[in-house]
């Protein structure tokens, strides 16, 4: 079973940066794709960033383009949050794929993180 533990919340003001990282365990995860996902209160989670097994293909939600960078070091990954909103509070959740591609949607995760609170406030 794949072990995913997330790590580096907190809270800013509007504007400021916050990197979260993601541990998961090497033996497993090396070979695959990584996800962040999102939750705020009330509301379903959601997509945010994805990166491929070896870096080389990288997705994001529409809505932190240009702000967010996803990037990973073999089994740990980052998410970067630039330029942070308030609508970018929430739960981030990590998730490991269970291919070495994808990663973008719920249905293809194999193993989920705790998550790790992310506030902002105006």
């Known amino acids: 079973q794949v072990r995913v533990t997330e790590s580096g919340g907190g809270s800013v003001q509007t504007g400021n940066s916050l990197k979260v990282s993601c541990d998961t365990s090497?033996?497993?995860?090396?070979?695959?794709?990584v996800g962040w996902f999102r939750q705020a209160p009330g509301k379903e989670r959601e997509f945010v960033a994805s990166?491929?097994?070896?870096?080389?293909s990288k997705n994001y939600a529409d809505s932190v383009k240009g702000r967010f960078t996803i990037s990973r070091d073999m089994s740990t990954v980052y998410l970067q949050m630039n330029n942070l909103i308030p609508e970018d509070a929430a739960k981030y959740f990590c998730?490991?794929?269970?291919?070495?591609?994808?990663?973008?949607?719920?249905?293809?995760?194999?193993?989920w993180g705790r998550g790790t609170q992310v506030a902002v406030s105006p």
């Open positions: 998730a490991v794929a269970r291919g070495s591609y994808g990663g973008a949607s719920q249905s293809s995760i194999q193993g």
């Open positions: 090497r033996r497993t995860s090396s070979n695959n794709a």
């Open positions: 990166i491929s097994w070896n870096g080389g």
